[in-house]
């Protein structure tokens, strides 16, 4: 002030007892007389400190949902952040499992090169119709693709827009095979299921994954482990929460690893009212 110059937009992060660390923008102007003599000065001080906690969080969601969720679930995350939770919340989800059928003869009779790129083709299918039906990309674990549905934004009809997700998966892949070569046709098999999870970000501070964990997740696994190429096997929970919906056939019990009896389980063949 005493070179009478201005100060325009300064960003100061003081830390204010009983709040703690703050975000203020301070400009200061010079008032001067008719002789151009500084006399005083005028002191704006802007609080950003919500607007920066507000823009962290957005990128916290950038960083999150970036890749693993179609753009207009990201928007809308990005809208409210104040809704999401990343630190872990149990949560009714609905879990897809989806794994290439008989991948690693297959890897075995194909060069590396050539075996990403066929990979990649029949993966990018099986991610398109999970955005499609704005359910989350979990993780690709080498042939097998994870999804899961009701987070991290709710959907009242998740489990229907997972089995609509899955029939699509198919059809794509129907169609995809159809343009390859016979050695090169490969076929998905899948795995839903219904139940309470835990899901939020998994890791350290710097790498971390929005993941789903528990045994509704594990049992989609495995349900998808007994299904043969092309099949899409429903656990009860999920057939009977979206039963008016579909058109799905039950199958013999089967026995499924780590539970005591046999799972009644059904075949989702199509929706009733495409």
């Not at 923008?25 to 507000?54: F, N, Y």
């Not at 039906?133 to 709710?154: H, I, Q, R, S, Y």
């Not at 007994?226 to 019990?253: D, R, V």
């Amino acid at each position: 002030m005493e070179s009478g110059s201005t100060t325009l937009g300064q960003e100061l992060t003081p830390t204010i007892p009983q709040r703690g660390p703050a975000f203020l923008r301070l400009s200061v102007s010079p008032l001067k007389d008719a002789q151009l003599a500084t006399k005083g000065a005028t002191i704006v001080i802007d609080d950003l400190t919500e607007q920066r906690h507000l823009e962290a969080e957005q990128e916290r969601i950038r960083q999150t949902f970036g890749k693993v969720v179609a753009p207009r679930v990201r928007d809308r995350l990005l809208e409210d952040p104040s809704a999401l939770r990343l630190d872990g919340i149990r949560q009714p989800l609905t879990v897809l499992f989806a794994d290439i059928h008989q991948f690693t003869p297959f890897s075995e009779r194909n060069q590396p090169e050539d075996l990403f790129e066929i990979l990649n083709s029949y993966l990018s299918l099986a991610a398109q119709a999970v955005l499609e039906e704005e359910g989350t990309l979990d993780k690709f674990m080498g042939d097998a693709v994870m999804a899961f549905w009701n987070a991290p934004d709710c959907q009242d009809d998740h489990t229907l827009r997972a089995a609509r997700a899955a029939l699509a998966m198919n059809a794509a892949i129907r169609k995809h095979r159809a343009q390859m070569s016979a050695e090169n046709q490969l076929f998905f098999s899948v795995g839903l299921n219904l139940g309470d999870a835990m899901v939020g970000n998994v890791g350290t501070t710097d790498l971390f994954n929005y993941t789903a964990i528990g045994d509704t997740v594990n049992y989609a696994q495995r349900l998808e482990s007994i299904a043969e190429p092309g099949q899409i096997i429903l656990s009860i929970a999920a057939y009977q929460a979206i039963a008016p919906h579909i058109i799905a056939n039950e199958m013999p019990p089967v026995k499924v690893k780590g539970k005591a009896e046999a799972a009644i389980v059904y075949e989702l063949v199509g929706l009733a009212h495409p």
